[in-house]
């Protein structure tokens, strides 16, 4: 295994993990700093692999009685189909 395989592996446990990024690094024995320029290296990897970030949707012959916006993060928002202003916010947040 690379030493990026390794980091990368180790940054993706964090993210599962739930614990904050220091007492991530404290546990593994890691740099703070040093797994920060990792996390950052994971991002951006992630982004060139998909660039935009959007994904295909595929539209129902039904109205759709809520829209669900979910971030890289896991946080998923669930609102209104018909408020665009607030489903165009929520889409630049991301």
């Known amino acids: 295994m690379t030493k990026t395989q390794r980091m990368f592996t180790l940054v993706e446990q964090w993210k599962q993990s739930g614990i904050t990024r220091k007492e ?3 546990q593994a024995d890691i740099k703070v700093g040093t797994f920060a320029y990792w996390v950052a ?3 951006e990897d ?10 295909r949707v595929e539209a129902s012959a039904q109205p759709a009685s809520r829209v669900e916006i979910t971030y890289p993060n896991g946080v998923k928002i669930c609102t209104d189909p018909w408020d665009l202003a607030l489903i165009s916010q929520l889409i630049t947040l991301g």
């Open 24 to 26: 991530f690094c404290r």
């Open 41 to 43: 290296k994971y991002k």
């Open 46 to 55: 992630n982004q060139q692999s998909d660039p935009g970030g959007f994904v």
